[in-house]
């Protein structure tokens, strides 16, 4: 990761910081269609407030909270199976499209309006390497049963293909598919002549 992606992600991760809790849930919300039954806003929200908890200085006032976390955590884990834990450096309005088998490593950063979907993994690729996660630029769009491994960057504005393996770095604007995922690019168009 180069020093503007190191800079642009504290820059997000300020913002984010900067809003309250409500603020960001209300985002939140209007980002996943204003409907407080989906389980991928009940996950964010979750996650919003895990990491909210931590700036409690306070053990005494923060150990019920953790507890409190630790129990809604566990209970979008279980009935969704989405697993988005509040170290994860989420960004503004991030939409979890659906539900069951979204994996996302502790350690990930995801940018801004980015939307994940069903069957998502993003975790490291080396026993290792277990820190090693994923960082998601802003607006990427991932498909449906896509996995993301080892510290690879993706950049602003790239599609994954639905069941593609990103193992290496994708710069911004791209899109790709496949095991292991190749950047697809279109192809021109011929011009065609009816006689």
């Known amino acids: 990761m180069n020093t503007a992606q190191k800079i642009e992600i504290q820059r997000t991760t300020t913002q984010t910081q900067q809003l309250g809790l409500w603020e960001q849930i ?6 996943h269609d204003r409907d407080w039954t989906k389980p991928g806003f009940q996950a964010v929200v979750v996650q919003r407030f895990g990491v909210w908890r931590m700036q409690i200085k306070s053990l005494m006032f923060r150990a019920p909270l ?24 989420l960004g503004r309005r991030v939409i ?15 940018g801004d309006d980015c939307i994940i979907r069903q069957g998502v993994t993003l975790g490291n ?22 996995k993301i491994l080892g510290n690879v960057t993706i950049g602003d504005d ?20 496949g095991i292991p995922a190749q950047i697809i690019r279109s192809k021109p168009s011929q011009n065609l002549h009816l006689s």
């Open 125 to 146: 690729r080396y026993l290792d390497q277990p820190f090693h996660a994923p960082k998601l630029g802003k607006r990427v769009n991932i498909g449906a049963g896509a």
């Open 26 to 31: 209300q985002e939140d919300w209007i980002a």
């Open 158 to 177: 790239v599609c994954i293909g639905a069941n593609a393996v990103v193992l290496s770095d994708i710069p911004s604007g791209e899109t790709v598919v």
């Open 96 to 110: 979890v499209e659906h539900q069951h088998g979204i994996v996302i490593h502790g350690n990930s950063v995801i």
């Open 66 to 89: 953790s507890f409190l976390y630790r129990m809604l955590y566990r209970k979008i884990r279980n009935t969704y199976g989405i697993e988005l834990p509040y170290s994860v450096e």
